[in-house]
């Protein structure tokens, strides 16, 4: 049969493992695909529940030996989290850091044509939480250009787009971003499990580097970055009282960081800019 036709699709997913969060995990997804051989296309429409989440699928393929993919994806919500590898323990860190520094190959990606658009509506991955999270891909010929790359996170915005050319021998990377009206503090707990500063504002990111090792990346990053915060806080001091308690003593003073002391401001601004790493 050169053309094959399921209308009324049933795929039913069950799986165990030590790694599955509960050690398990059963979803089942309705829909239909369209095979045409003749042709070299594929077509297919799914939902239904996928892990903890909600899917609307459609996918398209055209050309089996050079295939282009065209997707659309729609989530309801999505926690990355449980499914991430563990955290190395500290003799695994150890072990890790002696190994040589291994490239990676992104040569795969040279022949990859791929379009497609992904929505989801709660997102939470590394510990960030976001809404209204929009990431469209064009992949041709090596150039992967993620735009938009958008969401809502702590009571604000984020949007920017990702450029990755793979072409070249030495892949690149460029980020765009800009964070509009976030709540600082909560999302510097959430990445860097840091609780020192308070604000809301925002935060704009330019930067490109080069690179086939995670070393080389850092030493080649360059680019701006700025912030912009209001109405917040430094955690950890409160330096009017310290002046005042310093002030007459002559010489270097020193003062341990307190968790119930704070430094308020009505305005913080900070520019950056990054050469060579």
Same mark, same amino acid.
């Given at each position: 049969a050169k053309q094959i036709n399921l209308s009324d699709l049933l795929l039913a997913i069950s799986a165990t493992g030590d790694k599955l969060p509960n050690k398990s995990l059963s979803s089942e !997804?309705?829909? $239909? %695909?369209?095979?045409?051989?003749d042709r070299q296309s594929v077509q297919a429409n799914l939902a239904g529940g996928l892990l903890q989440s909600q899917v609307k699928a459609k996918f398209a393929l055209n050309g089996f030996n050079n295939p282009a993919i065209r997707y659309d994806l729609d989530i309801d919500q999505l926690d990355v989290d449980p499914y991430l590898p563990k955290k190395p323990a500290a003799t695994a860190k150890a072990e890790t850091a002696a190994a040589p520094e291994q490239? @990676?190959?992104? $040569? &795969?990606?040279?022949?990859?044509?791929?379009?497609? &658009?992904?929505? #989801? &509506?709660?997102?939470? %991955? /590394?510990?960030?939480?976001?809404?209204?999270?929009? %990431?469209?891909?064009?992949?041709?010929?090596g150039q992967i250009n993620v735009s938009?790359? $958008?969401a809502n996170l702590y009571q604000g915005s984020v949007s920017g $787009?990702?450029?990755?050319?793979? /072409?070249?021998?030495?892949?690149? @990377?460029?980020?765009?971003?800009e964070l509009d009206g976030v709540e600082i503090g909560p999302l510097l707990k959430d990445?860097?499990?840091?609780? !020192?500063?308070?604000?809301?504002g925002n935060v704009d990111l330019n930067l490109s580097t080069q690179g086939n090792t995670v070393s080389?990346?850092?030493?080649g990053l360059n680019g701006s970055a700025a912030l912009n915060l209001?109405? &917040?806080? %430094?955690?950890? #001091?409160? #330096?009017?009282?310290?002046?005042?308690e310093f002030g007459g003593r002559g010489g270097d003073q020193t003062a341990a960081a307190n968790k119930g002391e704070k430094t308020d401001f009505s305005e913080m601004k900070a520019s950056f800019k990054i050469k060579n790493g």
């Open positions: !997804m309705k829909g $239909s %695909v369209q095979i045409d051989a490239p @990676f190959d992104l $040569s &795969g990606l040279r022949k990859l044509n791929v379009e497609g &658009g992904l929505r #989801i &509506g709660k997102l939470k %991955v /590394a510990n960030i939480q976001s809404a209204q999270v929009r %990431v469209d891909v064009k992949a041709h010929n938009p790359l $958008s $787009s990702i450029a990755l050319n793979a /072409a070249q021998k030495v892949p690149g @990377f460029t980020v765009k971003q990445v860097l499990n840091l609780d !020192m500063l308070e604000g809301k080389a990346l850092k030493k209001a109405d &917040g806080s %430094v955690k950890g #001091i409160n #330096i009017a009282k310290k002046l005042r």
